[in-house]
Nanobody, 121 residues
Framework: QVQLVESGGGLVEPGGSLRLSCAAA????????MGWYRQAPGKERELVAG???????NYADFVKGRFTISRDNAKSTVSLQMNSLKAEDTAVYYC???????????????WGQGTHVTVSS
């Protein structure tokens, strides 16, 4: 069974930092793009940051300069370092990855279960 397992969410005060991590587990042949999305209560899921297999990154305007996405291809992990957190960053954060699973003929889109991030004093 292939899955994306997230960790690192929690409660932090405004201005604080958190680091989210996501590990791809299972019979995975290749990993293409990876990324983080978030969904706040009553809002649609939105892209936070993405990273390609060769390390190229892209960020939503609302996190530029505050968040950093990185990946470790050897460990099949992607991380999101979140600094200068604001109350409006409160959301469920989801890991996303394009995975080529052993026995498949193409990449497929996978999602993690989500991890809660709450920014509040």
């Amino acid at each position: 069974q292939v899955q994306l397992v997230e960790s690192g969410g929690g409660l932090v005060e405004p201005g604080g930092s958190l680091r989210l991590s996501c590990a791809a587990a299972g019979s995975i042949f290749l990993i293409n793009n990876m990324g983080w999305y978030r969904q706040a209560p009553g809002k649609e899921r939105e892209l936070v940051a993405g990273i390609t297999s060769d390390g190229s990154t892209n960020y939503a305007d609302f996190v530029k300069g505050r968040f950093t996405i990185s990946r470790d291809n050897a460990k099949s992990t992607v991380s999101l370092q979140m600094n200068s957190l604001k109350a409006e960053d409160t959301a469920v954060y989801y890991c996303n990855a394009d995975l080529w699973v052993l026995g498949s003929s193409q990449y497929r889109d996978y999602w993690g279960q989500g991890t809660h991030v709450t920014v509040s004093s």
